[in-house]
């Protein structure tokens, strides 16, 4: 039978408990439990954010899928939202307001990846996000080097910049900014990418030719593009172990010299807020987003 459970009055059906999701033995009892854990950070990420799902749900050894559509079955209490597709296409895809609907959408067993805008402004950046993913054999101690770089060049914008692991192999860097719109931030990052590969050509690559990455850092601008998605942070992911896209200090960057060190699992994270709190917070202060030089915002 399935186990019923009550979240602040919604009534949820959370299945298959004991089924192990990672080599590790980390079942899907231990991931609903690290989401309700991490909730109070978490869901001011994910608020207003279209949710789209990498899902996972037979494990980490299992069929791997992406949707953003609202999934059947979801309940009438779930909020959704009109989202702009390619063309005149639209879809309805899920928000997460509140821990039900967290709690829900984590029983699917999914990565949790929202867009860099809100749902009542498409399009519109709140948010400018680097993704850095190496190419082997470089590791995330070389993207560390090339976001001490980013970070300064971002500063010299008058943007502040914010880091945290992917969750992976690499680190995402994260500004707030006075909205804009998706195009002008994804033509802005696209720059700093070039102006990274021409200041430091030997470790920074700009193009996403595979050929072109052993050894080197690609800094991906793509995903200011309206239509993508980034790791949402907390999430974890669908890796061999529970590793989650953690959110890190400058000084453990700057301090990185094994890939290890910032290699952050599920088990991590709650020591972590108590230490830290929520290291994204800025994100959500006004006073520090930025407007992008020569942009109206």
Not at 6 to 23: F, H, Q, T
Not at 106 to 119: D, F, I, Y
Request: hydrophobic content about 40%; aromatic content about 6%; charged content about 20%.
């Amino acid at each position: 039978m399935t186990p019923i459970t009550e979240v602040e009055g919604r009534r949820l059906a959370l299945s298959n408990l004991e089924k192990v999701l990672y080599p590790s033995g980390f079942t899907k009892a231990e991931l609903l439990h690290y989401y309700a854990t991490v909730a109070g950070p978490l869901l001011p990420h994910l608020y207003d954010r279209p949710l789209s799902f990498l899902r996972y749900p037979d494990g980490t050894g299992g069929e791997h899928f992406y949707a953003k559509n609202v999934p059947p079955g979801a309940p009438d209490w779930v909020k959704t939202a009109d989202v702009p597709r390619s063309g005149r296409e639209h879809g309805r895809q899920v928000l997460v307001q509140d821990l039900p609907t967290l709690m829900w959408v984590a029983n699917l067993v999914t990565e949790l990846h929202v867009p860099q805008w809100r749902a009542e402004a498409p399009a519109l950046a709140d948010r400018l996000v680097i993704d850095l993913d190496p190419g082997e054999p470089a590791t995330v101690v070389e993207c560390c080097a090339v976001a001490g770089w980013l970070r300064g060049r971002l500063a010299a914008d008058g943007l502040h910049a914010y880091a945290k692991t992917s969750g992976s192999k690499g680190l995402h860097l994260l500004a707030p900014l006075v909205p804009t719109p998706s195009e002008t931030v994804t033509s802005y990052a696209r720059q700093l990418a070039l102006e990274a590969e021409r200041a430091t050509p030997e470790l920074v690559v700009s193009r996403m030719k595979r050929n072109l990455r052993p050894g080197k850092v690609f800094v991906d601008f793509s995903q200011n593009t309206a239509a993508k998605t980034t790791a949402a942070p907390y999430t974890l992911r669908a890796r061999p172990s529970p590793t989650v896209s953690a959110p890190v200090t400058w000084e453990e960057i700057g301090e990185c010299s094994r890939p290890e060190q910032l290699e952050l699992s599920a088990d991590d994270i709650p020591g972590r807020l108590e230490r830290h709190g929520d290291l994204l917070a800025p994100l959500f202060d006004t006073s520090l987003a930025a407007p992008l030089p020569g942009a109206a915002g």
